[in-house]
């Protein structure tokens, strides 16, 4: 992965067609590890919005697994297990960040505040599963009414900063996310795996609507690969 990251880095210095090429080649290269192949991708995406490609950005979207079934609001997250409201809530536009949430796009002010975002997680199979954030700039996260992560500390959003080890339902799950925004950029981004970086296969959509479902129960994973 960090091979991948210098070689975007000379982007300014080579062909820009060439370094593209090479780190699309790295990102499909089943070799290599899920982790570095999805550092790959979200250089591809970074790049291809950059050359406004929508398709090789969709793909890169998809490869990566991103999320962006969510529903949103102003202030800070209701209570764990409160009944969500259709009324309470305003639809994310999917196309929007491509990707990743761009919260300082839909809610103002954009400095000191706070956001939720909401979605219902529906993994068929459900299980053991890690969760994968990028965030900026405070985040705390609920996975049905448990809090399963928390931090305040402020930095830049970019692409698995933390991994958490969670239990998915069977079917749906509901996520809720208070989002905290000192200045600059205000994101979310969510992506599902196993225990390597492989995407799994869950669907988010904006209807995380009535009481959160009861917490899975079950074993979690014990060993996690992360960046």
Do not use: C
């Amino acid at each position: 992965a960090i091979d991948l990251i210098r070689l975007d880095d000379l982007h300014d210095w080579m062909p820009p067609q060439w370094v593209e090429k090479a780190i699309a080649k790295a990102a499909s290269d089943e070799d290599r590890h899920p982790l570095a192949q999805g550092v790959g991708w979200w250089l591809v995406r970074k790049r291809s919005l950059e050359r406004l490609d929508i398709t090789t950005v969709q793909n890169a979207i998809e490869q990566l697994g991103l999320q962006t079934g969510f529903v949103y609001r102003p202030g800070p997250a209701p209570h764990p297990t409160a009944a969500l409201k259709p009324a309470d809530w305003k639809r994310y536009p999917a196309a929007m960040g491509r990707g990743v949430i761009w919260l300082d796009s839909v809610i103002r002010p954009r400095r000191q505040s706070t956001a939720t975002i909401a979605t219902e997680l529906v993994h068929d199979a459900g299980g053991p599963a890690i969760f994968r954030f990028g965030y900026d700039d405070a985040v705390t996260v609920w996975l049905n009414s448990d809090e399963i992560y928390r931090s305040d500390e402020s930095h830049n959003h970019y692409l698995d900063q933390a991994a958490v080890r969670v239990h998915l339902r069977k079917g749906k799950n509901r996520v809720v996310v208070q989002v905290g925004q000192k200045t600059n950029a205000w994101r979310f981004m969510l992506r599902v795996t196993d225990p390597r970086g492989k995407v799994l296969p869950v669907q988010t959509h904006p209807t995380p609507w009535g009481p959160p479902p009861p917490p899975a129960t079950g074993p979690l994973i014990e060993k996690v690969d992360h960046l």
